[in-house]
Nanobody, 120 residues
């Protein structure tokens, strides 16, 4: 099992910045990738960014050039630096991890989510 604990959400004004953090713990052989999804009001959950354990990175189209993901697989942490926040970024942000346990295939785990609200 993998436990994920997020922190760093909050209410900010347009143009502000926030940094989300996610810590992974538990019993697993390997963390394969970690990242963030978000769910905006009335919309489906969408990929924000993912960083693999080789430190390869992919971003969702809606956040490119404004958000930066980073990971530390030694500390089992993933971070999301969000700059130039817009009201459209208001969402629940969910950390996820894909991990290899003692099973034939990797499993995906989710954090509880943190709320980010951007409004003036």
């Amino acid at each position: 099992q993998v436990q994920l604990v997020e922190s760093g959400g909050g209410a900010v004004q347009p143009g502000d910045s926030l940094r989300l953090s996610c810590a992974a713990s538990g019993r697993f052989f390997e963390l394969i990738s970690m990242g963030w999804y978000r769910q905006r009001p009335g919309k489906q959950r969408e990929l924000v960014a993912i960083v693999g354990n080789d430190y390869s990175i992919n971003y969702g189209d809606s956040v490119k050039d404004r958000f930066t993901i980073s990971g530390n697989y030694v500390k089992k942490m993933v971070y999301l630096q969000m700059n130039s926040l817009e009201p459209g970024d208001t969402a629940g942000y969910y950390c996820f991890a894909r991990a290899q346990l003692a099973t034939p295939v990797p499993s995906v785990y989710w954090g509880q989510g943190v709320q980010v609200t951007v409004s003036s």
